[in-house]
């Protein structure tokens, strides 16, 4: 394989899995990158693909974990109850995937295998149940090429969680975790972060995120460098299309369609509440225009007895290019999450050309402005609802043109000639 300036570029893109949903964007990568360069897509896992993927695990040995990890956690529920094993607490809503960098959940020595050519650069996205820092250090140990590190929540800039609500002691090293219920300031999470620094300050690395992210990650002092770069979105799929003709083949002709993604009352992070707070504010502010609102909720497991004053309609499954139309049917795309390193369907929103409404955090923070949408106050549900009325009462022209702005602004950020060209840029700053 060729490498150097104004050649391809060897490229390994390691991701942990490749379920559903943010993990698409990988395959958005791989498309992106593999246009211009050579890519190789490293997995825990074997899965049928055409892109050039590799593997940690064979399909015998993925069968044969599988199996002694049913029996295993059989055995291991049995054990606590009968014993009464008591483990430390996690708290659900800080998501911890791993508080022990120096033991990753698949050996360096098995990813080191799988690592044959001479890559120029490697990209990491996804590091649950398969990496770690240790896995990094080791990696670029062998390789001695730079390491970029596109994050999908806060997981590596933290001890071990992967969303750290209010809480501040990344900043502190961490220590006292409020996750684990701990109050002893050189906890688990004081010793694998200090763990971590140690491996990272010794590789060159690249922390990319969104500018929300990138606050926090320098406030980690984990990363030398730190960089911007957005969510990978494939724009031929979401496009604008022509939404009067769609409201017509779906009965919505007259209606004001408000689209949101399936929201789930104990997914605190989600803003489960504050859109329901806002909502009903609206049904109090606006009472004529109750009526006319649709619910458009993607999926089938949303329920919403709270809003019962609103006609409900749940999508079911979608494949991408109904979701892209149900976005291109919408009036406006509702985002209340409150702790996201995206959300992703944020930015699919505004590619498809309709306006949106978020708090102001995660990917919001770059992507909504007066043109594109509305960026509420954080956890402030009346400002919601505010910016909901205000893009209801805009005029068709105003609305033509906010349009056009949300497909044009995305384009800038988040297309694959734009990641392309961002990845290759930040690579040869540090190279």
Not at 103 to 127: A, E, G, M, R
């Amino acid at each position: 394989m060729e490498s150097g300036i104004n050649k391809r570029l060897n490229i390994l893109l390691i991701n942990s899995f490749m379920p559903r949903g943010s993990a698409t964007m990988v395959e958005d990568m791989y498309k992106s990158l593999s246009e211009k360069h050579n890519v190789d897509l490293l997995l825990k896992y074997p899965i049928k693909s055409t892109m050039s993927v590799l593997s940690v695990y064979s399909r015998f040995e993925y069968f044969f974990l599988r199996v002694s990890r049913f029996f295993l956690g059989k055995f291991f529920r049995l054990k606590n109850l009968l014993f009464r094993v008591n483990k430390s607490i996690q708290l659900p809503q800080y998501h911890f995937f791993g508080i022990n960098d120096a033991n990753p959940p698949v050996s360096s020595k098995k990813v080191l295998k799988k690592i044959q050519k001479d890559y120029d650069l490697i990209i990491v996205f996804f590091w649950q149940d398969m990496i770690t820092s240790k896995t990094l250090y080791d990696i670029y140990q062998k390789t001695k090429k730079p390491i970029l590190l596109i994050s999908a929540d806060m997981f590596p800039m933290t001890g071990g969680c992967s969303y750290f609500w209010d809480c501040d002691r990344l900043e502190k090293s961490c220590g006292k975790c409020p996750g684990i219920n701990s109050s002893d300031e050189n906890d688990i999470t004081r010793k694998n972060f200090l763990y971590k620094k140690n491996k990272l300050e010794n590789i060159n690395c690249v922390f990319l995120g969104n500018t929300w992210m990138n606050k926090y990650a320098a406030k980690s002092g984990l990363f030398k460098k730190i960089d911007i770069i957005y969510p990978i979105i494939d724009e031929n799929v979401f496009k604008p299309r022509d939404k009067e003709y769609l409201k017509k083949q779906k009965n919505y002709t007259g209606k004001i369609i408000l689209f949101f993604g399936a929201v789930n009352a104990n997914e605190e992070r989600k803003g489960y509440r504050y859109l329901v707070e806002a909502l009903q504010l609206l049904s109090e502010k606006r009472p004529e225009l109750v009526g006319k609102i649709v619910l458009l909720v993607a999926g089938n497991n949303a329920d919403l007895p709270e809003l019962s004053g609103f006609s409900v309609e749940k999508t079911g499954y979608l494949t991408f290019d109904q979701l892209a139309e149900c976005y291109a049917v919408s009036d406006i795309f509702l985002s209340p999450s409150i702790q996201d390193a995206g959300p992703m369907m944020l930015n699919q929103s505004l590619l498809c050309g309709t306006p949106a409404v978020a708090f102001d955090m995660g990917t919001a923070f770059d992507i909504l402005n007066s043109q594109t949408g509305y960026l509420a106050k954080f956890r402030d549900s009346e400002d919601f609802c505010n910016g909901v009325i205000s893009l209801i009462n805009k005029s068709e022209e105003e609305l033509a043109f906010m349009s056009k702005e949300c497909r044009i602004q995305s384009l800038k950020k988040y297309s694959y000639k734009v990641f392309r060209d961002g990845i290759v840029r930040i690579y040869n700053e540090v190279k």
